[in-house]
């Protein structure tokens, strides 16, 4: 595709759910990124992918969160047993090489009730 | 829908006129800077991105400068037109041994075009 694509755009859930975001970054990008944007404040760095290799989740909130890569494209970012403060918009951004810029997708805002 | 720029400093300027967007940054380690853009309901759009070998880098009516001196990023819009209201965020990215670290980015600042 022309850009980084996520799915779903939205996505309401109630407390305890599990859900699973989609992003497709755009192809031949090697380098894939997660962010945490709340209301009102910039992103925040959750998770990075270099192909399909998790080198850096330092930024996770909890162990409820978790996120794959298993070929290199395509990657999945899964929040178990949601809480409230789950709810922000999630971006998912691609890369061609690192250092280089990085390419946003439209986000998915989840809102946990 | 929701507003990106609830509760972030907001500047307004005429059209027309240029503005000028600050930000403060914290890691003196920091190597790469980028400005994205941001309008309600999409994800950042990347702008300008300079490197710290660097102190000034223009574009299409956009120019940033980075003083490392005191660790500030400045982005300058030239002429502005409607379509630049949006939110601005400034990013910083520190170069670690294992590859590329995740974006850290600034608070942010609701840029208001006035006609």
């Known amino acids: 595709g022309a850009g980084v694509s996520q799915s779903p755009r939205y996505k309401v859930a109630k407390r305890g759910q599990d859900v699973a975001l989609r992003c497709d970054p755009i192809?031949?990008?090697?380098?894939l990124f997660w962010y945490q944007q709340a209301l009102g404040q910039g992103p925040e760095f959750l998770t990075y992918?270099?192909?399909?290799?998790?080198?850096?989740k330092s930024g996770l909130p909890s162990d409820r969160f978790f996120a794959e890569r298993p070929e290199g494209s395509v990657s999945t970012l899964k929040i178990q047993r949601t809480q409230q403060e789950d709810s922000a918009v999630y971006l998912c951004?691609?890369?061609?090489?690192?250092?280089?810029?990085?390419?946003f997708g439209p986000g998915t805002r989840l809102t946990v009730l | 829908g929701e507003s990106v720029g609830l509760h972030l400093p907001t500047l307004s300027v005429q059209e027309g006129d240029n503005s000028i967007i600050n930000c403060a940054y914290s890691?003196?380690?920091?190597?790469?800077f980028i400005w994205y853009k941001q309008e309600s309901g999409k994800g950042p759009q990347f702008i300008i991105d300079?490197?710290?070998?660097?102190d000034k880098r223009q574009g299409q009516r956009v120019t940033v400068l980075l003083n490392k001196t005191v660790k500030h990023l400045s982005l300058q819009i030239a002429a502005t037109q409607p379509g630049d209201s949006a939110v601005y965020f400034c990013?910083?990215?520190?170069?670690?041994?294992?590859?590329?670290?995740?974006?850290?980015f600034g608070k942010g600042t609701h840029l208001i075009i006035q006609p």
């Open positions: 951004a691609s890369s061609f090489v690192d250092y280089n810029e990085q390419f």
């Open positions: 192809s031949g990008h090697v380098s």
């Open positions: 992918f270099q192909n399909e290799a998790q080198l850096d």
């Open positions: 890691n003196s380690a920091s190597d790469y």
């Open positions: 300079i490197r710290s070998n660097m």
């Open positions: 990013a910083e990215n520190i170069r670690s041994g294992g590859g590329a670290d995740g974006l850290t």
